[in-house]
């Protein structure tokens, strides 16, 4: 419940992940407010700011990253052919560990089919801890 000092439209309250409003509402004297997101997660690539507001029209290539139930981390790998490979982290780690069985050199974000000393490289996010 907002205090009743709050002057209108003075103020805003809301929600944010990683330090950034996300969810946000003008603020109003003795209101109760109730915030339900229910966020997507998409991935592209593409020059683009952290914070700016990005044209859906002009993005390359998207893809919706989908957590399932007991899922809290995900990988995204952009292929050689600009498509995306999403799995969980520890089925791309598995993958990788998999992968590395049958060319120990191979690095992470090669890709499984490139001699390990090629130039040819995958984006994608490290796997983490």
């Keep these: 419940m907002e205090d009743g000092r709050i002057p209108v ?4 309250v809301g ?13 109003q004297p003795n209101m109760n407010l109730i915030f339900t997101p229910n966020p997507e997660y998409w991935i ?4 683009y700011v952290q914070g700016e507001v990005v044209d859906i029209t002009a ?20 292929n050689p052919d600009n498509t995306w490979t999403i ?26 089919e490139a001699r390990p000393s090629s130039s040819r490289k995958v984006t994608g996010a490290a796997p983490r801890a």
């Design 59 to 78: 993005v390359n290539n998207p893809a919706q990253i989908k957590f399932p139930l007991n899922v809290y981390s995900m990988t995204a790998i952009l």
């Design 9 to 12: 439209g003075q103020a805003s």
């Design 87 to 112: 799995t969980s982290t520890a089925q791309a780690n598995a993958n990788f560990i998999k992968a590395r069985e049958k060319q120990p050199k191979l690095a992470w974000g090669q890709h499984a």
């Design 44 to 47: 592209t690539f593409g020059t």
């Design 15 to 27: 929600i944010g992940m990683s330090g950034f409003g996300t969810f946000v509402a003008p603020a």
